[in-house]
Nanobody, 125 residues
Framework: QLQASGGGLVQAGGSLRPSCAASGRAFSSYTMAWFRQAPGKEREFVAAIRWSGITTSYTDSVKGRFTISRDKLKNTMYLQMNSLKPEDTAVYYC????????????????????WGQGTQVTVSS
């Protein structure tokens, strides 16, 4: 029900824009987020956006470089990634929570009910 795509291989300083297409449910009312998992590391929060599309949250390491957005008509979420660094290399997963999470809960992956299959992002130095 969540399909992530748009990853790839890019040089440091480059940009990518993964997307997450939702189907089968009214995800427009859900909180959605991106998480990532690098080799040998635990999955970590990257960014989230509440149903309104106005409230967003980012992990400190991507602030000012990444922008999360959503298109409710297309039922699709995006992650614009600029100024990419080798440490951004990971599998990026999109997720959706079946209700509108409060801001303090946006980073808790346990609260997300639906997950996409992941898209690989590789940044070369």
């Amino acid at each position: 029900q969540l399909q992530a795509s748009g990853g790839g291989l890019v040089q440091a300083g480059g940009s990518l824009r993964p997307s997450c297409a939702a189907s089968g449910r009214a995800f427009s009312s859900y909180t959605m987020a991106w998480f990532r998992q690098a080799p040998g590391k635990e999955r970590e929060f990257v960014a989230a956006i509440r149903w309104s599309g106005i409230t967003t949250s980012y992990t400190d390491s991507v602030k000012g470089r990444f922008t999360i957005s959503r298109d409710k008509l297309k039922n699709t979420m995006y992650l614009q990634m600029n100024s990419l660094k080798p440490e951004d290399t990971a599998v990026y997963y999109c997720a959706a929570a079946a209700y509108n999470l409060i801001v303090s809960a946006l980073r808790d992956e346990r609260l997300y009910d639906y997950w996409g299959q992941g898209t690989q992002v590789t940044v070369s130095s």
